[in-house]
C-alpha cells in the first residue's frame, strides 16, 4: 500500500547544482503534480501531468522541467537550483473521482 | 479563474472548544471544493470534499463543512477540539470540466491551528 513515493526526503544543493526529485505512484492514476510548500502561501502547483508523455505548467514553472515517460513515475528536475527554490516539495497523484494523494515530501535546501 | 482565501493564518483554541477555519472561494463554475490537513513533517491528506448535492458534508475526525453557494464559503467545523487537531489545514478548489475531466487543485495559504489544554 505505498501510494505516492517520494524520494529523497531532504536534500541540500549549492547554487548551481542540478538534481532530480523522484515520484512514483502505484495506483494507476493518470493525473500527476509537483506542488511547492513556502510559509503563508500554501501549496503552489509547478507542472502537472494528465497522462503518460503529457506535460503543463502550473503557476510556477521557472526553473523546473519535468517528464512522463511512463504512468507511475513524474520526476522533477531542477537545472541550475537557486535559493529561491528552498522549499518543501510535494508530488500527488489524482483518482477518477478527483481525490489528490500526496506524498511525505521533499525538504530542498539551497545555499 | 478559480482562488481560495483562507481567513486567519493562525488559530487558537482550548481543548473542547468549538474549531472554525473560514475558507472562501471564488470561482466561475460550479465548485467542487475540499479540505485538507498537514501534521507536522508529514504531506497532506483528505478531510472532506464537496462536490453536488448535499452541502453540510461530514469528513473524519468528527470534522464538517457547510458549503454556502450564496456567501461563497466553506468553511470547517469541529464542535469540540482535541489536542490531536493541532495542524495545518487548506481549502483547496477545482471544477468538472466534462470530457476534459477535472480543473487544477488550487490550494489557499493554509490556517494554522493550535489547541491548548
Known amino acids: 500500500n505505498a501510494g505516492v513515493t517520494q524520494t529523497p526526503k531532504f536534500q541540500v544543493l549549492k547554487t548551481g547544482q542540478s538534481m532530480t526529485l523522484q515520484c512514483a505512484q502505484d495506483m494507476n492514476h493518470e493525473y500527476m503534480s509537483w506542488y511547492r510548500q513556502d510559509p503563508g502561501m500554501g501549496l503552489r502547483l509547478i507542472h502537472y501531468?494528465?497522462?503518460?508523455?503529457?506535460?503543463d505548467q502550473g503557476e510556477v514553472p521557472n526553473g523546473y522541467n519535468v517528464s512522463r515517460s511512463t504512468t507511475e513515475d513524474f520526476p522533477l528536475r531542477l537545472l541550475s537550483a537557486a535559493p529561491s527554490q528552498t522549499s518543501v516539495y510535494f508530488c500527488a497523484s489524482r483518482d477518477r473521482g478527483n481525490i489528490q494523494y500526496f506524498g511525505a515530501g521533499t525538504r530542498l535546501s539551497v545555499l | 479563474a478559480q482562488s481560495v482565501t483562507q481567513l486567519g493564518s493562525h488559530v487558537s483554541v482550548s481543548e473542547g472548544a468549538l474549531v472554525l477555519l473560514r475558507c472562501n472561494y471564488s470561482s466561475s463554475v460550479p465548485p467542487y471544493l475540499f479540505w485538507y490537513v498537514q501534521y507536522p513533517n508529514q504531506g497532506l491528506q483528505l478531510l472532506l470534499k464537496y462536490t453536488t448535492g448535499a452541502t453540510l458534508v461530514k469528513g473524519i475526525n468528527g470534522f464538517e463543512a457547510e458549503f454556502k453557494k450564496s456567501e461563497t464559503s466553506f468553511h470547517l467545523t469541529k464542535p469540540s477540539a482535541h489536542m490531536s487537531d493541532a495542524a495545518e489545514y487548506f481549502c483547496?478548489?477545482?471544477?468538472?470540466?466534462?470530457?476534459?475531466?477535472?480543473?487544477?487543485?488550487?490550494f489557499g495559504a493554509g490556517t494554522r491551528l493550535a489547541v491548548h489544554p
Open positions: 501531468s494528465v497522462g503518460a508523455g503529457i506535460t
Open positions: 483547496a478548489v477545482s471544477s468538472f470540466l466534462g470530457a476534459g475531466g477535472y480543473n487544477k487543485l488550487i
